[in-house]
């Protein structure tokens, strides 16, 4: 049962990713582009990540993909002109991550070498495991009560207060300057 | 309790958004079902033709969209990060209590300065 | 989990410069919007007034020794930061005064011009502190953002636009480098603070995650073979733009690699000399032959600095105290040096409207002065005694002889004689050809101010620089444990004697 969420949304997000590149009409691109955010939003679900989910769906799914329709409909682009001959590298990449699929599948199954400094070593779990990743993510994750977002917050406005406070400053220079870049016509009111 | 009953558990409680997903669906699909089904049709050529004031249809209906929409969209995006931080610290506000609330005066202070210039300089504004 | 923050006045008393400037830049762009009838000019003094202010709190800093660490050790203040931040802060100081006479030709938006150089500045404070890898990506993307606007600020002139393009779509995949080598280190070692990764053995994924580091790093710096978006940035970017962006964050990007190389990286030496040494020599030569063929000035001077950068390589590939101290050195004089030929190019650009280094013929009789002090800054870069240049790679050159890097000393002196010859190419054409409009050049008065202080930091460091070797030594005391002469240096025989 929990094995059908994981297929489910990894299902969706694939024939969604797909249909991105493979649609001829940019929009349709967009729109499915948006399906697949939000059903990688359910995957982070699953995995307890709700912040991460809440940051897919409000910024990615609310306000990138916003962008990336402007930026479609600001160039107009015409359905026959998005593609190239760009077979090659698209075989190539393609061989890569089917080869790597491959090598995971084959020893994805060993144990992850054990860490240099004895810590754990987050990223290899559940990476290397792909079918048992509901297994590997219910163990000690859900004995605790607090949520992720809680446990975010409280490492964010704490230990990393500094990158927190140097983010409101990222986002103040990049306001000012995507005015200085993007807006048309102000002049120096004299 | 194995670690898929556990999971299942869990994802209870998103039950409501799921409820909420459906009855959004079913409000979409519903009403265009209602009107395909009760509309009358009588289709003619003249009828299913493009209607732009009388006169023939001459361009495409996908124009080149103003550039000024873009500046929207981007400002869109860094208001929208900024809602992201608050959304973690509204949750454990109860925990951080007045250093949080300071540091996040910083932290909209700073946002502030950019909004009031943004609206001074009419970026805001459309022309 | 408990909430556990305390911050003490004397913890925000190291935060004190940062804030300083923080206020102040708010202070510059509200001006600059609440007052539209402003001189824009007065913006520019209002941010020098606001930046000597944090200069003296950063000499008031360095002299009463006050360091520390804060936010669990991801930010800290010691010697060396400070040292990099006044380095940082003066340049900044220098540029703004460079820009007045550039900025008034801008069709619109001058006041945010000072604010964005301020808030880049900021953030190259901030990256001069950064103490572990997540400040180092936030640091370093906060001070580049500001960077990317102003390299695009000529928005009717195409080069600029390309300039900016070219930049941002190659920060932005440095960007990405560096945070996927952070998450490396990170997965391999599970820490991220400078000090605490050292003890961590090499594994694969750590080497991987280090090596993408560095070269996220490396385009900061512009060393070869990640110099790819220098020559057409420093083309297409406003002049004094160009003079910043060829200083300051090489200096921030410094006060990085040196923590990384020397904390982190101090045991693994060996491993990473022939790194630097193929990263050091690449540079040089690549710069100085390029230079030779160019026509422009602006990218004559790009290709210069990729080939000082390879200069700067030379002391942390000597990865000892004394290395370290060099490259502080070195970074001083080429502050001066390489800021005051640019002022001069900005001067010459403001007022003949080229940058093609056939319009500096006959400079000498157009202004004597300008090409007085060209000819200063050209021989300085080139490393012509007495001048400052010749102290920076006489003392750079001598932590690597003390290592053992002989192969890296020819091909620094044979690049010495290659950058001769182009430095001095400008000097013919400025002091004998003739000039096609003999009408004379005047120049302003913070122009000339800026020049003068170049001229003097380029003679004092050169004729009298004991005060700052001595500044330099004692701001490097953190890597007092590399001696130098170590066991170490066998080694890299391939590269020994």
Known sequence: ?190 | MSGSELLLDYLARYFPVLLFIGVALAFGVVTLAISYLVQPKYPETEKLSPYECGSEPFSDARMPFPVRYYIFAMLFVIFDIEVIFLYPWAVVFDNIGLIGLVEMLVFIGLFVVAYVYAWRKGALEWD | MTFNLTLSGSDLLLLLPEMLLTVWLCVVLIVDFAMPRLPKDRLAYLSVGGLAAVLVNLLWFDRAGVTGTLFANMFVVDRLAVFFKLFIVGATILIILVSVDYVRRFRFFKGEYYFLVLMSALGMMFMASANDLLSVFITLEFSTFGFYVLVAYLRDDVASNEAGLKFFILGVFAAGLLAYGISLVYGETGKIVFSDIASASPTPGLVIGYLLIFAALGFKIGAVPFHSWIPDTYHGAPTPVTAYLSIAPKGAAFAILLRMFFVSLATLKPAWVLLLVGASILSMTYGNIVAIAQRNIKRLLAYSGIAQIGNILIGLAAGTKMGGDAILFYLLTYLFANLGAFAIVIAVGNLIHSDEIEDYNGLNRRSPFLAFAMLVFLLSLAGVPPLAGFIGKLYIFLSAINEGLYTLIIVGLINIVISMYYYLVVVKKMYINEPTDPSPLTISTPMKAVVYAGLAGTLILGIYPQPFIDWVVAATLMFSNLAGHTAAAPTILPFGG
Request: hydrophobic residues 55%; negative net charge; proline residues 5%.
């Open chain 1, 1 to 190: 049962m929990a094995h059908l969420f994981f297929f489910y949304f990894a299902g969706v997000i694939v024939l969604t990713s797909i249909l991105v590149v493979a649609l001829r009409n940019p929009i349709y691109s967009a729109l499915s582009l948006l399906i697949m955010f939000f059903h990688v939003a359910g995957l982070y679900v699953t995995l307890h990540a709700e912040f991460l989910a809440a940051v897919q769906i409000i910024v990615y799914a609310g306000a990138i993909l916003v962008l990336y329709l402007f930026v479609v409909m600001l160039l107009n682009l015409k359905r026959e002109e998005r593609y190239h001959a760009q077979f090659p590298i698209g075989a190539l990449l393609g061989l890569t991550i089917v080869t790597e699929v491959l090598l995971l599948a084959f020893h994805g199954s060993s144990p992850p070498e054990p860490a240099p400094s004895g810590t754990s070593t987050p990223a290899t779990n559940g990476v290397t495991e792909v079918a048992g990743v509901t297994d590997a993510v219910a163990g000690p994750a859900l004995s605790a009560v607090e949520g992720n977002t809680e446990t975010i917050g409280e490492s964010l406005y704490t230990t990393y207060l500094f990158p927190f406070e140097v983010a409101s400053l990222i986002l103040l220079v990049a306001m000012i300057g995507s005015i200085v870049l993007a807006k048309k016509d102000i002049f120096e009111q004299q």
